[in-house]
C-alpha cells in the first residue's frame, strides 16, 4: 500500500459523458501527478500539480482538466468522454518539489471504461 | 521527443538471474527510475539512479550509462511472483516521468 488512495476504483459510463476521478496523496506529499495508461501507450504523463498550483502538463487533451485543492487532494475531470478514454488512470504523489531525489508513489488507479 | 525503448517480454527461469535492458533518447536527463507493475494494479517504485554506476538493493540492482543514454535491471534469484511488467523511466525536465512501454515477464518454474 503506497498511501496514495484514488476513487472510484472502477467507472463504466458512455460516450459524451462526464466523470471526476478523485486522488488524495501520501500524508504530506505537496505534488500529485496525473498518469494515463492504455494498452497500446503505455505510462502518459497527464499533468501535475504543486501544492495547489499547476506545475507541468503532458499530453492531456483539452477535453480533460484536473485541480488541487487546499487539503492537497486532487481531482481529474474528463469530459464529451470516446471510447479511445477507456484505461487506467493513476494518481502519483511525491514528497519533494524541488531538486533532490525524488520519488513518485503510485495510488492504485481508476479503471475507466468508455461505453 | 522522448525515446524510451525496452524489450516487450521476456522469459526466464525460477532462480536464474535475468536482465532487462533499457535504451533512451530524451531531451534532458534527471534520473532514471525502475517500477514493478503487476497486472491491473500500481507501478511500484524499485531503483532510482542518476550517476553512473550499479545501484544494488537486496535482489535487484540497477545499472545506469548517461554517455550511452542506457540502464539495466538485474533481478536475482527470480521467484515466481517476480512475473510482471517492468517499466523503465526518464526523469527529464521537471519532475514528471517519461515511460517506456514496459517488459513484461514471465517467471517459468
Known amino acids: 500500500d503506497s498511501g496514495v488512495t484514488q476513487t472510484p476504483k472502477h467507472l463504466i459510463t458512455a460516450t459524451g459523458q462526464r466523470v471526476t476521478l478523485r486522488c488524495s496523496p501520501r500524508s504530506g506529499d505537496l505534488s500529485v501527478y496525473w498518469y494515463q495508461q492504455s494498452l497500446d501507450q503505455g505510462l502518459q504523463f497527464l499533468i501535475q500539480?504543486?501544492?495547489?498550483?499547476?506545475?507541468a502538463k503532458g499530453n492531456i487533451l483539452e477535453r480533460f482538466s484536473a485541480q488541487q485543492f487546499p487539503d492537497l487532494h486532487s481531482e481529474l475531470n474528463l469530459s464529451s468522454l470516446e471510447l479511445g478514454d477507456s484505461a487506467l488512470y493513476f494518481c502519483?504523489?511525491?514528497?519533494?518539489?524541488?531538486?533532490?531525489?525524488?520519488?513518485?508513489?503510485f495510488g492504485p488507479g481508476t479503471r475507466l471504461l468508455v461505453l | 521527443g522522448q525515446n524510451i525503448d525496452q524489450p516487450t517480454e521476456m522469459t526466464a527461469t525460477e532462480g536464474a538471474i535475468v536482465q532487462i535492458n533499457c535504451t533512451y533518447q530524451?531531451?534532458?536527463?534527471?534520473?532514471l527510475f525502475w517500477y514493478q507493475q503487476h497486472a491491473g494494479e500500481a507501478p511500484t517504485f524499485l531503483s532510482y539512479n542518476v550517476l553512473d554506476g550499479l545501484e544494488e538493493k537486496g535482489r535487484f540492482s540497477s545499472f545506469l550509462s548517461r554517455s550511452k543514454g542506457y540502464s539495466y535491471l538485474l533481478l536475482k534469484e527470480l521467484q515466481m511472483k517476480d512475473s510482471a511488467s517492468y517499466l523503465c523511466?526518464?526523469?527529464?525536465?521537471?519532475?514528471?516521468?517519461?515511460f517506456g512501454k514496459g517488459t513484461s515477464l514471465l517467471v517459468t518454474p
Open positions: 502519483a504523489s511525491s514528497a519533494v518539489g524541488f531538486g533532490g531525489q525524488e520519488t513518485q508513489y
Open positions: 500539480y504543486y501544492n495547489g498550483e499547476e506545475r
Open positions: 530524451t531531451s534532458g536527463f534527471n534520473g
Open positions: 523511466a526518464v526523469r527529464t525536465s521537471g519532475y514528471a516521468l517519461n
